[in-house]
């Protein structure tokens, strides 16, 4: 076999096994067996329709979780609905775009075997192939992170690399909480190479999105979140 055929060789081993593990995971799991798959179902349905609300009489305005994953889903769930098993090669796809970015970020200092090698891991993480098939944000903020370290460690780029940065940390920080670490890693690493007004402007950008949602949680439900509200009475009543 040439040496040229290899690198395809490596990489295409590495995707077989972990489509193969994550739809041996995701077989025969039912949906909602995980609590908050029929919330997140809801809430993209809900985003959908312009709102971020649950229905029913005892509905109303939601504060948790961060509306990112809810977006993401909006069009596949009004697509799939009510038929919800149907989502869940959605996390596939994402756990597969992970292991891609991390293989071609390993590629530019790591050899092509263990390029692949450093993929399959990400695709063998405990925590992706346990949430195979269940509707959940780790698999596409695990994705995100991996595009966008990939973007950040590429030329310059000018403006469009910068406003590419800032989207895809301003989305990080709206799928999962550490996702504002992400954002100000990258704001961090953009001062040391370009100075510290575009590592301020970054995280400004970045962080803007998430901002606004606080912001709207404040206005509709009188708390920047259900859970500090939450932290708030059971300190009061220790």
Known sequence: ?????????????????????????AYG???????DEAFYARLALAVGRGSFALPGPFGGPVTDPLPGYPLLLAVPAALAAPH???????????????????????????TPAAA????????????LV??????????????LGAGAFLLADGDDGGAG????????AGLAALLRPEGVLLGLSLALALSLSRGP???????AAALL?????????????????GYASHWVQQAARA
């Open 197 to 203: 007004r575009a590592g301020a402007a970054l995280a």
């Open 130 to 143: 346990s949430a195979a098939g269940v509707l959940m944000p780790d698999a596409a903020y695990a994705a």
């Open 161 to 168: 690399r910068f406003w590419a940065l800032a989207a895809l």
């Open 209 to 225: 999105p998430l901002a606004a949602w606080l912001a709207r949680n404040v206005l509709v439900a009188g708390s920047v979140t």
């Open 116 to 127: 692949a090698a450093a993929a399959l891991l990400v695709g063998l993480s405990p925590a």
């Open 84 to 110: 919800w098993s149907r989502l869940w090669p959605l996390g596939l796809a994402a756990t597969l775009g992970a292991a891609f970015l991390t293989w071609r970020l390993a590629r530019r200092a790591l």
């Open 29 to 35: 799991h039912p949906f909602a067996a995980a609590s």
């Open 1 to 25: 076999m040439s040496r040229r055929r290899l690198p395809l060789l490596y990489t295409g081993a590495a995707a077989a096994a972990i489509a193969a593990l994550h739809a041996l995971a």
